[in-house]
């Protein structure tokens, strides 16, 4: 039985900072784990990912201003969101692909959190 579930989001200011968690329990020791933004109407995108290795990817929406990590021994994923403006508000998801290369495609992944919302105000 596989279970992702995300916390720390919430509403900041611009400029702001937030650290969202992720822990994922049932999930094989190769993986990948990712976090995905996705505003309304609009698709789902790469925010970054990691390998249980710890090689990171980023998406180009927030680079600079993020930085994922995790603790692959607990399979806790990390986001640390600084600098945050009002264009980075979004549900922001947790994703795990059962494998060990990470891909910037949703549909890569199998499974997912429920989301947490990340509001930014100016």
């Known amino acids: 039985q596989v279970d992702i579930m995300e916390s720390g989001g919430g509403s900041v200011q611009a400029g702001g900072s937030l650290r969202l968690s992720c822990a994922a329990s049932?999930?094989?020791?190769?993986?990948?784990m990712a976090w995905f933004s996705q505003k309304s109407g609009e698709r789902r995108e790469l925010v970054g990912s990691?390998?249980?290795?710890?090689?990171?990817e980023y998406g180009y929406g927030l680079r600079g201003r993020i930085t994922v990590s995790r603790d692959s021994a607990n399979n806790i994923l990390y986001l640390q969101m600084n600098n945050l403006e009002p264009d980075d508000s979004a549900m922001y998801y947790c994703?795990?692909?059962?494998?060990?290369?990470?891909?910037?495609?949703?549909?890569?992944?199998?499974?997912w959190g429920q989301g947490t919302q990340v509001t930014v105000s100016s």
């Open positions: 994703a795990v692909r059962g494998r060990r290369l990470c891909y910037s495609n949703p549909d890569q992944y199998d499974f």
């Open positions: 049932g999930i094989t020791s190769e993986n990948c």
């Open positions: 990691i390998s249980a290795t710890g090689l990171a």
